[in-house]
């Protein structure tokens, strides 16, 4: 039984958080996440959702509010953007390192200096060595089911999930979504089954100082030292791939809706061109594509889904048969290139990939992006593969460079 | 646990002795004379102002007054407390010879 | 004294060798802090001498469930377990964020303040060594004028103590209470009595310490009697905004004089560059305290 509503992607995930039903919601507002933090207090306040909600002083408490409920056994929800997302930098390793399954709406906006309220991808991107699972959202439907999706995955993995999408253009924009009713959140979403808990029953000191080396507990246990235990964070979200993949198959099966795991392709088929990005801007390279097709190049897009952990496998396939790849993203490692890009040459070395790649960084502030640029930045990549020009470039998509 | 480690975090279990026998810190002990000592004169609880202010609690509030050797770090505050100056801070060294 | 030394709960909560100093403030305070919240207590921790004493992994000496924290956050890390708690109607049990000075003066107001604010059911507690201590003795806002640290090595620290206490004050609290481990009953009945009472609860702890303040590990006790003599330190509790001294200094109040100051700070090698005008100055401001402590006990 459907129940579209137009409503923001702000909206949309504070109505995924109401259905997932957290015990604890801790957020300092800010812009443009700030309607998803108030939202969520008109629910609690009129009792729609039963939560206790922490206003949190700061970013930095907000997360920190968010790790500690968990720790305690609460289902926890925060959200933030932009310079609240680098306040709360350490307590993002902190989280990651707790292996505590928060699940957190990053409303990208780009970071200061200079300060931009505007949309781009900065925030979370310079998060991406946290430790964290990160989903980049197309549209306000996806923003919906992927916050449900991300309390199945943190909760099974035990790994702290970003859900990411694009400020302004997502948050405040008005598009259907289909919201889906308790019962079948209920089938798709079990309750929080906490993995270390905190009580009087078993006094416990939890996320101590760790020497380098391993040393033996009071049972002669060989326990980890520092690297052993960081080791499993990698290992875990490694392994978190397949339980990515099947909450997406689950909740296709469930609603009907395919967001299409780590990463989806549009188009790819037959295509000698693709372009990809991460979130809003890889919407808009599919109505590229369709323009690019109507001139006679065979252009497709992949859109990077999951940006942490890489899907690295799922990408060496989706690319295998390019010819010309344009990788747009709305952020940069400075001193270096875009990281989506930087991520996919390191993916497929040594795979034989003779594609050459251009790496256009765009909407940076919230710079507008054109499909007509994102179609004509494309174009030239195709034309220099086609001429033969090897070599991989990083332009500035529509910015005056001198 | 089982032989392995398997916490995905930094879980501590609670046991004496985390870091190691502190009886190993002390240059001098403290040695409780019973002739002077007020519980023991008195042959009933009293004082134990030893007892109170040892800020390892390795002292018993018994009769006679033991302290733990093998954990106490001989930082002489029972000593310098003890109202009838029943309790000397006698160095290892001294003891050892 | 020694009749009510039997009341206090016997079970020891913190085992032996531990990481702790011969001789540390903090320990002697923990211990009688833990008998009189019992079992029923989850301790939050930043990075300071109470994470060392907590031990390092895998193993705890302490038999209470703790969770460290960031050096910001401790007051958020126990508000985040406060509301966790609470949604899980697990009500039963004491929340105590466990801060050294640093984690309260400095870098862990913020988070303070907005859980004090918020009336936060939790007990707060400071453990006031007056420097940062567990990293060697770098000076922090609670290091008293004319003191040594490693960060004001040659000239002294040239800025008054910072009056957390009238900061707390100002948040309105339902409990706010001093209390020092040379007077471990007086701790414990505050303890005690705190861990009773709804909504957020502040305790200062002044905690001598033997390698940062200079002074001989037997004199701790004494150190921290001759600070609540002298009126440095003065034990006291705000009940609901009611001003009452506790203990030793209400024995002060009642009938005696205040020390002077020069009998604590000559015992200390942390004071040992303190000049004759900075001595002046912290009398100045001890006299005037316990003058305006005096008159609020009146009225």
Redesign the interface.
């Known amino acids: 039984m459907s129940d579209v509503r137009i409503i923001t992607g702000n909206e949309a995930a504070a109505l995924a958080v109401k259905l997932a039903r957290p015990g604890v919601i801790a957020a300092y507002p800010i812009t443009p996440q700030t309607k998803l933090a108030e939202v969520l207090s008109e629910y609690v306040e009129k009792g729609e959702l039963k939560a206790e909600y922490v206003r949190v002083e700061s970013e930095h408490s907000s997360l920190t509010v968010c790790i500690s409920a968990s720790t305690v056994g609460a289902r926890v929800f925060t959200a933030t953007s932009s310079n609240g997302l680098l306040y709360m930098h350490e307590q993002l390793h902190w989280a990651a390192g707790s292996r505590v399954p928060v699940v957190m709406c990053c409303v990208n906006r780009g970071v200061g200096a200079p300060w931009s309220i505007f949309n781009d991808q900065q925030d979370s991107f310079s998060q991406r060595d946290t430790g964290w699972i990160q989903i980049y959202c197309r549209d306000n439907q996806e923003i919906l089911d992927t916050v449900l999706q991300a309390y199945r995955i943190a909760e099974e993995v035990y790994l702290p999930v970003m859900v990411c999408y694009d400020g302004f253009v997502l948050s405040h924009t008005m598009m259907p979504v289909d919201v889906p009713d308790e019962a079948l959140v209920g089938e798709f979403l079990p309750p929080y089954r906490p993995r270390t808990t905190l009580s009087p029953e078993n006094p416990v000191t939890i996320n101590p100082v760790f020497f380098a080396s391993r040393r033996e507990n009071a049972e002669g246990v060989l326990c980890d030292g520092y690297m052993e235990m960081r080791y499993k964070l990698q290992d875990a979200l490694d392994r978190s791939r397949a339980a990515i993949t099947a909450a997406s198959d689950e909740w296709a099966k469930l609603s009907g809706r395919d967001h299409g795991g780590m990463l989806w392709e549009y188009r790819t088929g037959d295509a000698d061109l693709l372009l990809t990005g991460m979130g809003s801007i890889a919407t808009e390279a599919t109505l590229a594509a369709d323009a690019l097709r109507a001139e006679g190049i065979r252009a497709g897009v992949v859109g990077i889904r999951v940006f942490r952990p890489f899907p690295r496998e799922e990408a060496v396939r989706a690319f295998a048969q390019a010819r010309a790849i344009a990788v747009f993203e709305k952020c940069i490692s400075y001193g270096y290139e875009g990281g989506v890009c930087s991520d996919l040459k390191a993916a497929f070395y040594g795979t034989g990939m003779k594609a050459p790649i251009h790496n256009y960084i765009a909407g940076l502030g919230g710079r507008d992006v054109k499909t007509r640029e994102l179609v004509e930045a494309a174009r030239g990549t195709f034309a220099a593969a086609e001429a033969g020009e090897a070599g991989n470039r990083t332009i500035w998509l529509n910015c005056h460079t001198g | 646990m089982g032989k392995t480690d398997t916490n995905i975090a930094g879980i501590c279990t609670p046991a004496p002795g985390e870091a190691g026998r502190t009886g190993e810190w002390r240059d001098a002990r403290p040695v409780i004379d019973p002739a002077k000592c007020i519980p023991e004169v008195k042959g009933k609880p009293a004082c134990f102002l030893c007892w109170l202010y040892c800020p390892e609690g390795v002292v018993t509030m018994t009769i006679p007054v033991v302290i733990d050797m093998e954990y106490c770090k001989g930082c002489g505050i029972c000593a310098e407390e003890c109202p009838p100056n029943a309790i000397q801070m006698v160095r290892e060294a001294a003891i050892d010879e | 004294m020694?009749e009510t030394?039997?009341k206090i709960n016997?079970k020891?909560y913190?085992?032996?060798?531990?990481?702790?100093?011969?001789?540390?403030?903090l320990?002697?305070a923990y211990?009688y802090i833990l008998k009189a919240l019992r079992?029923?207590?989850?301790v939050?921790?930043p990075p300071s001498c109470l994470?060392?004493l907590?031990?390092?992994?895998?193993?705890?000496?302490?038999?209470?469930?703790?969770?460290?924290?960031?050096f910001?956050?401790n007051a958020?890390?126990?508000?985040?377990?406060v509301?966790?708690?609470?949604?899980?109607n697990?009500t039963d049990?004491t929340v105590l964020a466990l801060s050294g000075d640093g984690g309260t003066y400095d870098i862990g107001i913020?988070?303070l303040?907005?859980a004090a604010?918020?009336n936060t059911d939790f007990i707060f507690a400071c453990y006031d060594n007056e420097a940062y201590m567990n990293t060697g003795t770098q000076r922090s806002g609670a290091t008293p004028l004319g003191a040594l640290t490693t960060t004001t090595p040659v000239l002294t620290k040239q800025d008054p103590k910072k009056d957390f206490l009238k900061i707390m004050e100002a948040h309105h609290i339902p409990y706010l209470a001093t209390v020092s481990?040379a007077y471990?009953i007086d701790l414990y009945d505050k303890f005690v009595k705190a861990k009773k009472i709804r909504g957020t609860r502040y305790i200062q702890i002044d905690t001598p310490c033997?390698p940062g303040w200079g002074y001989?590990?037997?004199?701790?006790?004494?150190i921290g009697k001759l600070a609540v003599e002298t009126g440095l330190f003065i034990l006291f509790e705000i009940e609901d905004g009611r001003f009452r001294f506790t203990g030793r200094s209400k024995t002060m109040a009642e009938r005696g004089k205040l020390l002077p100051l020069v009998n604590y700070v000559e015992r200390q090698g942390r004071f040992k560059k303190m000049s004759i005008e900075q001595l002046g100055t912290l009398q100045a401001s001890v006299n005037s305290r316990w003058e305006e402590c005096l008159k609020r006990a009146e009225g």
């Open positions: 020694h030394i039997f016997e020891e913190i085992l032996p060798g531990n990481r702790a100093c011969q001789g540390c403030g320990s002697l211990r079992e029923n207590t989850i939050g921790i994470c060392v907590h031990g390092l992994y895998p193993t705890t000496s302490v038999i209470v469930p703790a969770l460290n924290t960031t910001a956050g958020a890390s126990a508000a985040g377990m509301a966790g708690l609470r949604a899980l697990k049990i913020q988070s303040s907005g604010e918020r481990p471990p033997p001989p590990t037997k004199d701790t006790v004494k």
